[in-house]
């Protein structure tokens, strides 16, 4: 089999651009994008693209037209595909059955219905979307259920790229993982997929495992992720509580290499579409499978990350003389981390709306963020005004909270800012990105995370 023609079905933050850097290793493949969304498409095509991502930009101006293309004919590009990514979303379900913790597969079921209707001969489809373990068998029954004429070989190859260094993941990734069946057909496939990512990933960093391996290891890796940085939150509470320092703890015992020092970095807790919708699924397995234990032991992850957020929010009310009604609370960073707009299960949604719950007017603030925000505080308005100029957002307020580690934040002029707040002027560093002590020494009173405050109080 030789492949030249590649479909991937969904152009959101994972499809987009990892098929981009697919094109651009890859000049001698066809690449095409397609999605049911034409103004997602549209934007693909413009100079706007619908995601923001540092260095995307340059990619796809180098392949688009070229051997990368985007387009809402689903169909037709399927027919003339040799194999077919599918990246489409798998959120949580919201209703039915598993409703808060399972993984909803209507879309990646839709599209076996339509691989499997406009097929024009065997095709390998890789699953890229993060899939609950043993999706495969699904795709599988679907894919050769009724009159299917072909053949369809299904690979898992799940992306581990993070959002803000998408492109630096994909053009130089830690590994590439890809899950196949383990006879002649299926190792035949995970060849064809290796031969792919050879164009630019060292043949040692690319992994194949039989299928299950592959689906479950993405999961797990999510939810390892996810840990640490609860682990380092439930730490956090226990440094406020005991003049150790969170920071130094992290540096203690980060340097222990069999803890590592990455990801451990305390916050308001974690964002993402990924961690807390992986973690629900593995919970959700677990529990199938008759695994209480081991599901409780990973849902309390999610707990601990819930209870950084209102904890964020108990603190700043109970310090600024337990009321907030009225006053304004000015919010640097709605993204759920720095150098992305997306704010999906960002925890900033969370805090603002526990603020608005005590009758505070907040002010949004982000550099790139502020049209999710909108819609994420559809309902709000009467306490929500959104700013983009972090100056003006931090005028006349009572207190600052930071729940984005943007660079812009570390870079203000907290001088100027200081001089149009309200005294006593607070500051909450839901991220631990600004000098404290400069701060304080302006004349703010600044909470961090995870170490003493600095009260002029
Ligand atoms: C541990 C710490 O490693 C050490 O830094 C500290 O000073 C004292 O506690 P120790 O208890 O001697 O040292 O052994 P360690 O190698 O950490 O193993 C602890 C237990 O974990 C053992 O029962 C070991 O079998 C088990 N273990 C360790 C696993 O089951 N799996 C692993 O991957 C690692
Ligand atoms: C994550 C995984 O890193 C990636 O491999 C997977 O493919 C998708 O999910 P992403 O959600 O884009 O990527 O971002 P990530 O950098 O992992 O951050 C997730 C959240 O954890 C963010 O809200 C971030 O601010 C938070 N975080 C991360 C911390 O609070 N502390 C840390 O030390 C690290
Ligand atoms: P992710 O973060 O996993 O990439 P996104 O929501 O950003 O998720 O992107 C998924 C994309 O998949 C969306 O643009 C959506 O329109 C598209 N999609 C969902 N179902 C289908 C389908 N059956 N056919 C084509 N595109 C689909």
Redesign the pocket.
């Known amino acids: 089999m030789s492949i030249k023609n590649i479909v991937c079905i969904g152009a959101g933050?994972?499809g987009g651009p990892t098929m981009s850097v697919v094109a651009q290793k890859c000049p001698h493949l066809n690449i095409t994008i397609v999605d049911l969304n034409q103004a997602r498409i549209d934007a693909w095509n413009s100079d706007s693209l619908p995601i923001y991502e540092p260095g995307l930009e340059e990619v796809v101006q180098e392949a688009r037209g070229r051997n990368l293309f985007f387009s809402t004919e689903i169909e037709a590009n399927i027919a003339k595909a040799d194999m077919v990514f599918v990246s489409v979303n798998t959120p949580t379900k919201t209703f039915g059955k598993g409703a808060g913790v399972a993984a909803n597969l209507e879309f990646i079921e839709k599209c076996a219905r339509t691989i499997r209707k406009h097929a024009s001969k065997d095709l390998i489809v890789v699953e890229k979307s993060?899939l609950p373990v043993r999706t495969a068998e699904t795709l599988e029954k679907i894919l050769h259920s009724g009159d299917s004429k072909y053949h369809f070989e299904i690979l898992s190859n799940?992306?581990?790229?993070?959002?803000?260094?998408?492109i630096t993941?994909l053009h130089d990734p830690d590994r590439v993982l890809i899950g196949g069946r383990q006879n002649e057909l299926g190792l035949a496939a995970t060849q064809e997929l290796v031969k792919i990512y050879a164009n630019w990933v060292p043949s040692e960093k690319i992994l194949t495992t039989n299928t299950w391996s592959s689906e479950l290891s993405?999961l797990v890796?999510?939810a390892f992720?996810?840990q640490?940085?609860s682990s380092?939150?439930s730490i956090s509470s226990l440094c406020e509580s005991t003049e150790a320092d969170v920071s130094e703890v992290a540096r203690a015992i980060g340097m222990d290499s069999r803890i590592g020092s990455?990801?451990?970095?305390?916050?308001?807790?974690?964002?993402?579409?990924?961690?807390k919708k992986?973690i629900l699924n593995l919970v959700y397995i677990c529990r199938t499978y008759g695994l209480a234990a081991e599901a409780d032991y990973w849902e309390q992850v999610i707990l601990i990350n819930d209870h950084q957020q209102s904890r964020f929010v108990d603190k700043l009310v109970s310090t600024m003389f337990n009321t907030v009604s009225d006053k304004k609370i000015a919010v640097l960073g709605f993204a759920?981390?720095?150098d992305?707009g997306?704010t999906r299960?960002?925890?900033a949604i969370n805090v603002v709306h526990q603020l608005c719950e005590e009758h505070a007017r907040v002010t949004v603030s982000d550099p790139q963020a502020l049209g999710y925000a909108k819609t994420d505080l559809a309902g709000l308005e009467e306490f929500v005004t959104l700013e983009e100029d972090p100056y003006k957002a931090c005028e006349g307020a009572d207190a600052i909270c930071i729940l984005?580690?943007w660079q812009l934040y570390k870079d203000l002029d907290y001088q100027k800012i200081y001089e149009k707040m309200n005294k006593p002027a607070f500051l909450f560093d839901g991220?631990n990105i600004v000098n404290h002590q400069e701060l304080y020494d302006i004349g703010f009173n600044v909470y961090p995370i995870g170490k003493g405050q600095l009260s002029h109080l």
């Open positions: 933050y994972v993060t799940p992306e581990f790229l993070a959002e803000g260094t998408a993941d993405k890796a999510n992720l996810a640490r940085v380092i939150n990455k990801f451990l970095k305390a916050s308001i807790g974690f964002g993402g579409s990924c961690f992986d759920f981390k720095a992305t997306d299960e960002s925890p984005t580690e991220r």
